[in-house]
């Protein structure tokens, strides 16, 4: 019999050097930004961490026999994506391999296409990598966030080399559908461009009737102008372990994709492998149980947001991450104002829009309506209603 997760229970986070926690130490601010959850691993993961760490010796670590052909089942049942195991690059986090991806194509002063609101460590790859962003402009269709393709279409151009994708999107939560991909995976195929596509959030589908479809999955043309790198982590709630991987068919695309990492690159650590070993044997259920807690404290935070005079959420298809329009409030400092009404959110600009603030609810149902009573409270405050 399957044991029920008691997602409600509320973990001691501070004293751990959490990110997430120390920004607000010795405040009563809720930390509710950085993409990690308030949730201890599942049961399974942490007994075959306490297993590995009862041996005691933490040497210089091979990927576990195993964990190619567990990703290879994993992708084919959820997905329906054939992989090969030697397609596959072990790495210590999904933005590395972004810019490995994004390195090992073509050279300075190259263009790569980067959607205008993206996760802040994606929208600085072009600079880091020398390369020219083409940041492409993101649009609202039917209250999901895509990216403008008539823009990709008529600004793809002969200096342009990688498209950086991020499905699903953080943040908006859009899920990509299969022709919003096609139309997507014909322009870079058409190009002869390279598409390097984070997909960490992949198994965290909230809306039903809504499913990840792996770009590279769609035909052979695009599968070998890809790179996809997927992780445990979000899932999982490891993301402390750094344990990522790359998937890449095509094998002088994978040849120079591991040159680009060489020697810079650490190794990928045993815990991270351990933990993702065990992710992947036993966690079917806990995910479906935490996607499940997930979409209510999404519903709840949808309803009551949009409850508010002045803020409005449409519906998060993906991810734990809520993006939140505060531009009717005309806020001069956002993050301020939210830090002073005790709810630590991330600002919209970091992300390329700020009129927005994105906010974390990969946390206890309790956490999420106190965060709402005081966003509440401040905005009726500052309205005067
Ligand atoms: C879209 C996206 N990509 C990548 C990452 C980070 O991945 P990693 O820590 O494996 O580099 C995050 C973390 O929030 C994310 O939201």
Redo the contacts with the bound molecule.
């Keep these: 019999m399957n044991i029920r997760i008691n997602f409600d229970a509320e973990v001691e986070r501070n004293g751990t050097s959490s990110a997430k926690w120390d920004r607000y130490r010795g405040t009563d601010i809720l930390p509710m930004w950085?993409?990690?959850m308030d949730f201890e691993v599942s049961p399974e993961i942490a007994k075959a961490m306490q297993q590995r760490l009862a041996h005691g010796v933490f040497g210089y670590t091979n990927k576990p026999d195993n964990i190619n052909e567990l990703v290879v089942e994993r992708l084919h049942r959820l997905y329906q994506w054939r992989i090969e195991p030697n397609w596959l690059v072990w790495l210590?986090?999904?933005?590395?391999g972004?810019h490995m991806g994004t390195r090992c194509i073509g050279s300075s002063g190259d263009s790569v296409l980067v959607p205008s609101v993206i996760?802040p460590?994606?929208k600085s790859i072009p600079e880091l990598c020398a390369r020219n962003a083409q940041t492409v402009p993101m649009v609202k269709n039917e209250g999901r966030w895509v990216l403008d393709l008539d823009w990709i279409e008529a600004n793809i151009n002969s200096e342009s080399r990688v498209l950086l994708l991020?499905n699903p999107q953080?943040p908006g939560g859009s899920v990509y559908t299969g022709d919003e991909l096609g139309r997507l995976a014909d322009l870079v195929v058409a190009h002869d461009l390279i598409v390097c596509s984070?997909e960490?959030?992949c198994d965290l589908i909230l809306e039903p009737g809504r499913a990840h479809i792996p770009i590279a999955s769609l035909n052979q043309e695009i599968a070998k102008r890809s790179i996809t790198?997927m992780?445990s982590?979000?899932t999982f709630n490891t993301?402390g372990l750094?344990c990522?991987f790359a998937v890449v068919p095509d094998v002088s695309l994978r040849r120079r994709f591991k040159n680009a990492g060489e020697g810079i690159v650490p190794y990928v650590n045993v815990f991270g492998y351990n933990s993702t070993q065990a992710a992947y044997q036993t966690g079917d259920d806990w995910n479906r149980q935490l996607v499940e807690y997930l979409k209510a404290n999404r519903d709840y935070l949808v309803q009551e947001i949009n409850a508010i005079r002045g803020l409005k959420l449409d519906l998060v298809e993906a991810?734990y991450?809520a993006w939140i329009d505060i531009s009717d409030l005309g806020l001069d400092h956002p993050k301020s104002f939210f830090d002073k009404a005790g709810v630590g959110l991330s600002p919209g600009r970091e992300f390329g829009d700020d009129r927005f603030m994105r906010l974390n609810f990969g946390c206890p149902r309790s956490r999420v309506e106190e965060a709402v009573t005081r966003i509440r409270l401040a905005v009726s405050d500052y309205l005067g209603n």
Excluded at 92 to 96: A, D, E, L
């Design positions: 950085v993409a990690d210590p986090g999904v933005i590395s972004m996760y460590p994606v991020c953080n984070d960490v959030h790198l992780a982590s979000k993301a750094s990522a991810t991450l």
